[in-house]
């Protein structure tokens, strides 16, 4: 777990003071020092030019397209050469071919961290976020495509529209009205329930679990791994009641609902959430049958 | 035109509280945001929210310590309203199902915090912004509240009377990125901006790509004054090729850190010989600036963070998300060699200056969260407190724009007779506009030159003509400058000489590049040639934005000759209460800055708080 610990500025610290010091410490020693890190790294570089360039270069393929613009409106691949870097990751390097060699292309990317979810690509094969991807992981060339099964906007964006209606279907806000009296006063929820839902409330809406999902591909009304999993970070959430439980399990039994899930556990295996996505259709199906709801 | 009762600018923490708020006191509210709600960047906060919801602690001891860690520049009528307002505020959150970490008896869980005298920091998991973010966007969805997501704010429908103070805002000017078309919406109540924070004006940011500050700049360039935008707070532990953020509880469980020689230059460099590793941010990131410079860096540029002795069993136990973050985005394995970090841009302490009510001067003008100053967080912000911000102002907001009674507010706001000028501001290059083309495209007075004002309809359109122009010009200009390189040296300028050490040659520096690159954007051209998801022109738009705001930054680094809080200054090693208990101010005065100050308000309901010596 980690704890966030931004501790406050301190005028008084001692350590400001030192810091100054050695701010203004004696320049000829360190400038000496510094000349010859400086020469240090002019031969690293000349080292690294020698050797084979291609070590040291990513080699990108894009899926390009835009409706509007004259040799793009049919889908082409283009070629990027991007120099490497340790750490660097496939949406480093679209952020790279981008600023360096063509500003027309276009990808969805905005946290850089894995917590808004805009940047899954379908990247040598497989669903994955761009920004937690590291290029050192990947075979080259490597090969950069707009999420699979959702319709092409420009590049590598997708409409999201339907991704989101699917969402919005499940009634994915939490309900309970019966709520404790006072406005400073909680509703308990334990441990182990919390515990329960916690990995269900970790999805950020990326869209990688519906874009692998076979049964989705097949029945666009499908509600799909996302949204099921969403109903179920409620239905399981104590908070909510035993009648607003059922009202959930009804919507997760109509026909585009968790029975379609045929438990191929792709969506699961794409998930950069980990969410055990198959598990909890699998139990929101045995729940149904438990509450003896009809099924189709 | 589309047109609503209310136009929240944004959909993160604070945009998501405000339209909550405006649509429950009854108004037609839209949310008009460049991102999905769920892709705001309030989604990364990790740590939790601060609260006084407990037996033993009160909402006066969270304002004191609010004032304490403000370094006495935080206004008590804003920080005592943030802790009386939060702990129903985050019950509410409780009460739409946010899902807080527990204790064994079922209540929210809390954990200490750096400068806090009470553990009230109400947490969820490592990932408290995420699920807050998203609780409030259920809220939304169940509400029905309109979103026009993924539309580009470009500008605000404000007249342009000669005192900003006489203006009023009648909406804004967006563009739908996905078909390109440019809009304007019309706001019959208020607008509230909620853009979050500047961070991308620095080359090193724990903050996401669209942190580019534009609504500061919006309200800026309309009149509105931006307040101690000096104070930027730098985090010690980020990673080096991303900037994402490593958190203290590293070193909390006993993570060292090394210099390239293998010291621990925390102690046998001497610069915090009690604390070590666990310093405060402002120290850490100093001393690890100082290694750096003196050619001790690890490849020039970062510090080993090494946590290998804990042990595997404690790493798994207590810092497991943290291997995933070092393996992820750099790439190294964190139970093998150490983690490379370095100081970043983590948080904006000042932004639009807002009364309690998060009101501007502008009527019908608010702003909430990151983007705006109440000023809660004065010189330097604690950690946990920006979230309780974005709920209690953001609601404010929502609630004031809708046309609800909150009582007048003490903070005054816009150039008065309370205000002190700045004669001497000392930039080495003109600050403000470059050529002509910059000219403010909205502007509300009949051109007819009666004088007179002209309707709101009017005023709107002339903005969303003024922007169709803007990108019509952008866009046919062939050969022009790429943006990104305006924007790389922008950033590089602010990060060589704005950062968390500061002397005034460097800030002077910093100001004379930020000169070249006002002149460089005259040139600026956008090559993407569609119209379809351009997001050249989006960033073309952003880095605009980044300018002015950059430079509002480094006018304050320059004017504030003391040492305070987050902001360091080398030829000035103290905090100067008998000069400095005030706010800097800088509107945009027909393209040219001008600075003023407005004395801060220590006088709180019931007691004034007494600056001290801040020690820990
Ligand atoms: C890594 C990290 C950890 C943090 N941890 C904590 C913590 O533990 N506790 C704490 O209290 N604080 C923390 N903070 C600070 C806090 O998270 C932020 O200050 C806060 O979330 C900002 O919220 P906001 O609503 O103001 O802006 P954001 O969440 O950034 O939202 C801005 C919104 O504005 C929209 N927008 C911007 N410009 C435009 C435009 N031109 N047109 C249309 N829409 C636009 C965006 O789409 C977005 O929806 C942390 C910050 C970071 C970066
Ligand atoms: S469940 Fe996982 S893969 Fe699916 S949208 Fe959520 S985070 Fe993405
Ligand atoms: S950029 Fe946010 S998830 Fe990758």
Redesign the interface.
Known sequence: ????????????????????D??D?GPSP?DR??DK?ADR?IERERAAGATDADAETVHLKVFRY????EGKQEPRFDDFHVPF?????VL?ALIYA???FD??L??R??????????DAFFVNGRQRLG????I??LDGPVRVEPLPHQDV???L?VD?EHF?EQM?AV??????ED??DG?????????EN?EK??MS??C??CGACMSSCNIAAGDNEYLGPAAINKAYR?AM?D??GEELKEHRLRIMEQEHGVWRCQTQFSCTEVCPKDIPLTEHIQELKREAVKKNLKFW | MYEHDVIVVGAGGAGLRAAIAAHEAGADVAMVTKLHPVRSHTGAAEGGINAAIRDGDDWELHAYDTMKGSDYLGDAPAIETLAQDSPEDTITLEHWGMPFSREEDGTVSQRPFGGLSFPRTTYAGAETGHHLLHTMYEQVVKRGIQVYDEWYVMNLAVTDEPDPNDRSCHGVVAYDVQSGQIQGFKANDGVILATGGPGQAFDHTTNAVSCTGDGQAMAYRAGVPLEDMEFVQFHPTTLPSTGVLISEGVRGEGGILYNEDGERFMFEHGYANNDGELASRDVVSRAELTEVNEGRGVEDEYVNLDMRHLGEERIMDRLENILHLAEDFEGVDGLVEPMPVKPGQHYEMGGIETDENGATCVDGLYAAGECACVSVHGANRLGGNALPELIVFGKRAGRHAAGEELGAAEILTGYGDDVEDETDVGAPVEPGLAGIDETSPASGVAADGSGQTMASDAVLEQAVEAERTRVDHLMDTDDGVNHADIRSKLQRAMTDYVNVFRTEDGVKKALEIIRECREEYQRVGVSDPSRTFNTDLQMTYETRNLIDVAETIALGALVRNEFRGAHWRQENQIRDDENWLKHTMITWDDGAPSIWYRPVILEGEEKTYEPKVRSY
């Open positions: 777990m980690s704890t966030q610990q931004e501790q406050p500025t301190d005028a008084d610290d001692a350590g400001t003071g030192q810091a100054d050695a701010a410490a360190q020092r510094m890190k790294r835009d409706p509007e613009v870097e340790k750490g660097m990751t480093d981008r600023d360096e500003p027309s276009t990808f990317h905005s946290c850089r961290q894995a917590v808004c979810g805009s920004c937690q991807t590291q050192s992981d906007v420009k590049d964006v999201m989101y919005h009634e994915p806000y939490f309900q309970e709520l404790p406005d400073l006063e909680e509703q308990y929820q334990t441990r919390r839902v916690k409330t970790r950020i809406w409620f959430d908070r909510e």
